[in-house]
């Protein structure tokens, strides 16, 4: 038997109401506290009790078996030329103090080649030449991998800082640390996964030199400026991970 529906069944009370809501809010922050793997990507990781593993930052599985345990990547803005360290160039020795055989495309013009005041040799079984800079390091030179074939089309500041750190000298792309951390993750919920290191305020192009790009805004790396010690000084220079859409990156 059927009753004809009365349409006080159709609402809700603001008790009843409250009631309800009350208890579907809790099921979300339940499931966010057990780490609901609902809707998980391919992939993911296996993780830890309490890691959400829908969060953009949880932990997934690389594509090939893990070697290294940790990365640690310093860019040394302004500091020593290769041309110094482990790349001889006898062109330069040659040409010392004579204008160079070619036109560059430079801010300014270019003056007469400058070869470097430091001794080269080789050193371990692969023979890989270091400068007189480096005696220490040149006694582990087989442990270590230099890349000699790196270059840039432009010559200047901004654009190799940019092509170091995001692989293009002109677009907008993602930077190397904004990669890693979409394609792995995080083990830590809490803490952002990229966070850039820059003692003494920001380099030439500031905050592109760790964009997300056309990736979540997530991926971006939060600035620190490592000059500071105090704990507050140091939060206070953190990026939010929203973009204010004025070119830089607000402070929290």
Not at 49 to 58: D, E, F, K, S
Not at 63 to 79: E, L, S, T
Not at 109 to 129: L, M
């Amino acid at each position: 038997m059927h009753h004809a529906p009365r349409p006080e069944d159709y609402f809700l009370t603001r008790r009843e109401f409250l009631h309800r809501c009350g208890i579907g809010m809790g099921a979300l922050g339940f499931a966010a506290l057990t780490g609901s793997v609902v809707g998980a990507a391919p992939g993911t990781a296996p993780s830890a009790a309490g890691v959400n593993l829908n969060h953009p930052l949880a932990p997934r599985l690389p594509h090939f078996p893990v070697k290294a345990k940790r990365v640690i990547h310093i860019f040394a803005n302004g500091g020593p030329s290769q041309v110094d360290t482990f790349d001889p160039k006898p062109e330069l020795t040659k040409w010392h103090g004579k204008p160079l055989p070619l036109d560059l495309k430079t801010e300014r013009k270019t003056g007469a080649a400058f070869g470097s005041p430091f001794k080269f040799q080789p050193y371990g079984e692969s023979g890989i030449e270091v400068s007189e800079l480096f005696p220490q390091v040149a006694e582990s030179i087989d442990e270590l991998a230099i890349i000699r074939s790196m270059h840039a089309d432009v010559p200047n500041h901004e654009p190799s800082l940019m092509l170091m750190n995001c692989g293009d000298a002109r677009l907008p792309r993602p930077s190397l640390g904004s990669w890693v951390t979409y394609g792995l993750g995080s083990e830590n919920q809490n803490l952002p996964g990229f966070i850039a290191m820059c003692p003494g305020g920001y380099p030439i192009q500031e905050s592109q030199n760790w964009q997300s790009a056309f990736l979540p805004g997530i991926y971006q790396g939060n600035y620190i400026d490592t000059k500071h010690t105090d704990l507050e000084k140091l939060l206070g220079q953190q990026n939010s991970w929203a973009h204010s859409g004025s070119g830089k990156w607000p402070r929290l």
